[in-house]
């Protein structure tokens, strides 16, 4: 019997607080809203190793994470952090020395949007979720669930310079009322993660949803000249500063999850690959809702 | 003596016509246009291998940059694919039995930059080099020297429709004689690579100048208001497709470069992040400056 | 009517080889050998433009890319690279203008894989399908296969130096018979690339196999600890240079595929994460079966 | 005179924490250790917002970080988290309503290394540079410097597995004495953040020296023949885990900086490119000194 090198003492003792895997790959089938997807899931996976252990024994970590996923193909899960849940409570079950685990999944993800124009098209996003388990609290688990969505920012400053005609030669006095004024517009991505608490549900397609409402236009893969006048049009008529983008996410959510207790945590991020520099704008809020209602 | 395993036959005598090592990193001296820069480069470095010999002797691929390098803080190098070109013989030098060697060297670039507003900026570029060696032909070699510039292009399909008002809502009837219209505009990647034959001599400044030249417009690190509506203004009175930015910097690089001899090739990639969309719109042209002569 | 700007004549009337879209995400649903998997498909897809036309109209591109994927739903699709094929010709029949079309697909890919101790798992892969097709030869399509495979190396020439004791302290003489000795090993990515000639089918799982078979060891997601020791000693026991591992998959292709013709095309790249080193060591050949059957 | 956009109130007042800019790239000089260097250093700067202005003024972050750094070339900076400091105040000098401030810096790096053969080479690393200013507690500056790492781990467990022949279809029983067995080995990143008090210096050198020292080996551009056998053996005699790596690097900062204040930040990561795994192996702990210390 060779030695179980990971169980010894190590040389160094210090308490590790994640240990694990990154970069699992595994596809994913999951429930929801009344049709089945496959996902094709990267998953980071990690749990904590006390000061009195060498190392933990990963191929536990990917004994767990199959067991789930597996299990996950012959019964309904209906979510990516339900799935993620379930394994950072089976990771503690497998890891008796460790205290939490906790559990990323991130997955390309494609929604049927609809666009004002009527057309219908599949637009990719990603996923993400998370889930955190704790032996100190009973096993009570953490989940969280996240969306990445690209859109289009326009910029509002730059469009009152170019109305006050300070940054014009030919100047803009005597424009129609109503006409939309130049600007730079961009790509932009947001981010949002949100707690899911015991009890609760959070669909990541509301949370898009949420997202696209709140840039200067949602994009889409097809787009017909009129079609692409309308957006570019409409996206004028909507200008928005990363910053506004996040408060808008923010705003929306808080009115859409009134349900959703004080203490649970979210975060919104926003970037645009500005047009007319090399480098990105960005904003972030990361706090709790009831920070937010306050 | 230990076996010398690279110089033994391999099972399949297949010949090979690129072995080396990539992502080597060195920091090269290079002295442009009268002043020195220091360039972080990553180098790939190959050589082929006959069908006879099992495996390339790549220590030696490292010797050889490391003199070359170590040789360019001493001795002016006056350009990165002068450099390349050295190592390129440098490798048939030492690998008796190759028959030919490719080299590419990639690096961060900064350049001053003065914009219509009289501003100066270091702005970032890549700089590309490339260089290969011909045993056969008394170990000719052949140089390339290429860019990758970060800018700006304003659709003008977009900007029709809008006149038209195809796309509106709002009829943009009435407006008033030269007041640029709103279209979606974005960030946009565009590389040339340039032949340097033997006795000529080809400026990445150069190069760089022709790409910002023929984009809607190159892009600042810092723009004050005024300036970032004068930007925005210049850009939408300059519409382009990512084919016009390949066709202009191509006419430009005719214009620019008619001593270059016929066989000389360039190639010329733009690529815009779609404001409008997820993906990119993409443009690509790669022959000779004969084919575009004629 | 808003102008069609497309259909103008460009400042510059140079032909453009390549222009479309890069990075349009689609869910496919190909049905391989026996069952159906969905591929999230990533799409780059080009035609040409000729000098008396100022733009393509890509809008096309994505009506093509889309009906030809949702059609993909309905009917059964054998492969990714026919799907390809298909989008290739119907870009010609759309884009009048156009005399050749270029697209590529991507897509991660999981397949089942049992270990030499019997055990299964799902692995990750990487799928990549071309295809090209061309007005002035009767719209003929060409269409070629590859997957990326991650794997293992062990180096036989740290080995042997090892044997010889030549970067030893304590002398390894007296080595017992068949005992495996000490090297650096590492992560390596393989990619092969092959043409599929009208008629004739290829099977990625078969290229994912000889890729496998060519390196010192597959490599598995979950690995209890006496077959970790197996799979250490199996890689020790098949020690192999990138140059082995291209030369063992174009051996292997060449028997595995004796019915393809001469100037099918195949491209075998193999890439090591040096374990000694911060570069990479990297080899590969591309030709023709042909030639390599000479 | 246009409206000043974003000194307006928003539509959805909520502070925001971090709104700023995200990879501004310029060249930095820094004098280290005697000798000035040149970094091609990324910044990514952050102020908070009030709930009671609609945006941050962007452009101010350009001018701050150009004019620290155009300032760092005439008076000697002595380091890049010094240089982050400085920006990181000024920024808050010039955001009147901003309450606190962040500032990263990126930058490759080279270091002259000696292998224990004596021979000399300049290999790669990354420099990570943190500074936050808090206006409330009169502009109080933190600083954090940190490395990233290439090297290489050597698997303890499968060693030992190997030792006691539960892998082995050849029994390794007979082994000489101290002959080192094999297992599987690969590149490793690890990554440290250490926080740099008022009144204390932490030199980059420094922590890679640590990190390297922690490694089962540091990694080298050049190794002929013997110094590669050496390198692979010297590993095998040091086999390390992720764990292992994290803890010894601990140990030794706890042993270097014993003058640094319990309050220190410090953050160890070490991802190891499994060569038997298509997934990496991960460790992290990010504490206090003092946490550390009890």
């Not at 289009?152 to 030669?169: F, K, N, Q, V, Y």
């Not at 840039?215 to 928005?240: D, M, N, Q």
């Not at 500063?241 to 929306?252: M, N, P, Q, S």
């Amino acid at each position: 019997m060779a030695r179980d090198v990971q169980s010894e003492r190590p040389a160094n003792s210090f308490r590790l607080e994640k240990v694990g895997v990154r970069g699992v790959m595994k596809p994913v089938q999951v429930s929801r809203t009344g049709h089945t997807v496959t996902l094709p899931t990267t998953f980071d996976v990690f749990v904590d190793v006390p000061a009195s252990q060498r190392g933990s024994h990963l191929s536990r970590h990917l004994e767990v994470i199959g067991e789930i996923v597996d299990a996950s193909v012959r019964s309904n899960v209906p979510s990516l952090e339900d799935l993620a849940g379930t394994i950072a409570t089976t990771l503690l079950k497998r890891h008796e020395t460790a205290t939490q685990s906790e559990v990323w999944a991130r997955a390309d993800y494609f929604l049927e949007r609809t666009s004002p124009w009527g057309r219908k098209s599949l637009e990719p996003y990603r996923l993400v979720a998370k889930a955190t388990a704790d032996r100190g609290r009973s096993m009570q688990t953490h989940r969280a669930v996240g969306v990445e969505v690209v859109g289009m920012t326009a910029c509002p400053c730059a469009m009152e310079t170019i109305r006050d005609g300070l940054g014009s030669t030919a100047a803009p006095r005597g424009v129609p009322d109503g006409l939309p004024l130049i600007t730079h517009n961009q790509r932009n991505r947001t981010t949002v993660m949100l707690d899911v608490p015991e009890g609760h549900e959070v669909e990541a397609d509301d949370l898009i949803e949420i997202v696209e409402s709140s840039l200067s236009s949602p994009t889409y893969e097809l787009l017909k000249r009129p079609e692409e006048g309308k957006l570019v049009e409409a996206a004028h008529r909507k200008p928005r500063f990363v910053e506004d983008v996040v408060r808008e996410v923010l705003a929306r959510i808080l009115k859409r999850y009134s349900d959703l207790p004080d203490p649970a945590l979210v975060s919104v991020k926003s970037e645009s690959d500005e047009s007319i520099h090399k480098h990105n704008a960005y904003a972030e809020r990361t706090t709790t809702l009831g920070e937010l209602r306050r």
